[in-house]
């Protein structure tokens, strides 16, 4: 019996390229640390973020026991996550090019009298090749597509399953300063964005978003403006209609850069991130995002571990954003009650913690930690993923 072709036979064969059985590794395993996402850019805080302008740390300690007891106004918890993989080298016009590949999830989960529920769920499983794969100067997306239904239509049988993909989608040539294996990497954490904003957005059309119920998203909110390009259709912030999808929304970030972070003046903010006691937060400042299309955030540093149980001093400090949607609040800022308001809820959202379970204990809040395990529960192992190529 004929052997069927293997999803990189097929990629080959339909773009006249030679492939070259490379070594195929999750780079997840091989170095998790070696791609970073997070922006090294400075940020200059030109003004206050909220309608006070405190000069110092505000403590939080006697708002947030007053809240002991009362209903989290946290309700949804947001994350996305993937694993990237090499799956092998494939040569056009004398160049070899990796092809990268990777699962995506993307899930919300919902918290109802003190347990955690599934609210939604998106698993994407994507290949990425580069631009050269196409002759054609036009029609990348419909070449994708293409691509896309003949490596589905002789979709080989693994441990006794069969596996469509989602997408195939596609890098340019990389600049010297960047090599084709991150600009793989970078589309698909590209479109792992998209989902996530797609899933605030869905949140926010169905009315689930209020002044009772926000939603806590993991990570960053300054996403950079994309086009309807590789496979995915954009959706950026400087559109008012999708602005205001997050006015009940949190950014929360357990990693920064304190040091990219510049105060009025140009002094770094990192000093002061560091002197904050336990429930402690910084003053709310404001920015303009150029990559995000000129929208402005206010953003604020908390303690909520203090630091001599921790690796770091930078260890148990979350940083938070929130988009300002309303003119007022470009013009005047945040109200500071609110911001002090969401403050003390996140610090009552300090314990448990999932100490032993992830390193970054000290910065994950547990619905968000149950929501990155969740999602993460949904994939298929590593060695079954890279027996479909």
């Not at 004929?2 to 590794?25: F, M, P």
């Not at 441990?159 to 993909?165: E, H, P, R, T």
């Amino acid at each position: 019996m004929k052997n069927k072709l293997t999803v990189i036979d097929i990629i080959a064969k339909e773009t006249q390229g030679k492939r070259y059985k490379s070594h195929r590794y999750c780079h997840d395993i091989i170095n998790p640390s070696s791609i970073e996402y997070e922006e090294e850019r400075e940020v200059v805080w030109k003004n206050f973020g909220e309608t006070t302008k405190p000069q110092k740390p505000i403590s939080l300690k006697e708002r947030a026991d007053k809240l002991i007891g009362h209903k989290s106004i946290f309700t949804y918890f947001l994350d996305g996550s993937r694993h990237t993989y090499k799956v092998d080298d494939i040569s056009y016009e004398k160049n070899v090019f990796p092809i990268i590949a990777g699962q995506i999830g993307v899930g919300c989960c919902k918290r109802i009298d003190k347990m955690m529920i599934k609210e939604k769920i998106e698993r994407k499983m994507v290949i990425v090749v580069p631009r050269n794969a196409s002759s054609s100067e036009w029609g990348m997306s419909n070449f994708c597509e293409d691509l896309l239904k003949k490596i589905n239509k002789d979709k080989k049988i693994v441990a006794g399953y069969q596996f469509d993909f989602n997408n195939v989608l596609y890098y340019k040539k990389p600049t010297s300063d960047d090599s084709p294996e991150k600009k793989g990497i970078a589309v698909i954490q590209d479109y792992m964005v998209e989902l996530e904003k797609n899933a605030v957005a869905e949140l926010a059309s169905e009315h689930k978003l209020n002044q009772y119920n926000w939603l806590i998203k993991d990570g960053s909110l300054e996403y950079k403006v994309v086009s309807d390009k590789k496979g995915m259709k954009g959706i950026n912030l400087k559109d008012k209609h999708i602005k205001n999808h997050y006015k009940y929304v949190l950014g929360v970030s357990k990693s920064f850069n304190p040091t990219k972070c510049l105060v009025k003046g140009g002094k770094s903010n990192s000093d002061i991130i560091a002197g904050l006691k336990l429930y402690e937060r910084t003053p709310a400042y404001m920015y303009q995002s150029s990559i995000a299309g000129n929208v402005y955030f206010v953003v604020w540093y908390i303690r909520i571990r203090q630091p001599e149980y921790t690796r770091n001093i930078f260890d148990g400090i979350l940083k938070v954003e929130k988009i300002a949607i309303k003119e007022i609040e470009i013009e005047n800022g945040v109200d500071t009650d609110l911001i002090d308001h969401i403050s003390a809820h996140l610090i009552n959202e300090r314990n448990p913690v999932c100490y032993g379970h992830d390193t970054r204990w000290a910065n994950h809040l547990y619905p968000i930690y149950l929501t990155e395990a969740f999602v993460k529960s949904k994939y298929i192992s590593n060695n079954l993923f890279m027996q479909l190529f």
